[in-house]
């Protein structure tokens, strides 16, 4: 996704009360990321489970969250989702970015990357792919998804190797 429209999905999520941007970074996100950096809105984790719970926290406090991560980390974090975000019904954005579904992508994502949609049908988890024209109506889904206390995650493909 275009560095703009990056730093229009912070600003609009931010504006729109998101709080709290948590996270482990990932290059699939790097000018969203970017954008939180600079107005002293992201805090960095080194572990997906730690960002989730930190979010976690802050969502209790009254103040709405958005965890950030690539889908392995996602992945990695499956048993936090379940036995806390969920069984709890924390509502929270997950922001994933989407590593392994281009055909030359590292090996080591492309197995996540084609398992990565039946991982969060498994996990009955209401998602959406964003894009350059859909990127604002799927902010406003997750907004309004956080409002009626559920849990939903916004996807990034990665649409370029390094």
Not at 1 to 7: A, F, G, R, S, W
Not at 61 to 77: D, I, R
Not at 118 to 124: G, T
């Amino acid at each position: 996704m275009k560095e703009t429209i990056q730093k229009k999905v912070f600003n609009y999520l931010l504006k729109n009360g998101i709080k709290n941007f948590v996270g482990v970074p990932d290059s699939t996100m790097k000018y969203f990321i970017d954008e939180g950096l600079k107005k002293n809105k992201i805090f960095i984790t080194t572990r997906e489970e730690e960002a989730i719970g930190i979010a976690v926290g802050m969502t209790l406090s009254q103040s709405n969250s958005l965890v950030f991560m690539q889908n392995a980390g996602f992945a990695n974090s499956l048993s936090t989702i379940t036995s806390l975000v969920q069984l709890y019904e924390i509502p929270m954005i997950f922001l994933l970015g989407w590593r392994g579904f281009l055909q030359n992508d590292a090996i080591e994502h492309t197995k996540i990357g084609k398992i990565q949609p039946k991982l969060l049908q498994a996990l009955s988890l209401q998602s959406k792919i964003l894009n350059e024209k859909n990127w604002k109506a799927s902010c406003d889904w997750a907004i309004k998804s956080i409002k009626e206390k559920k849990l939903c995650v916004l996807i990034l493909k990665r649409d370029f190797l390094d």
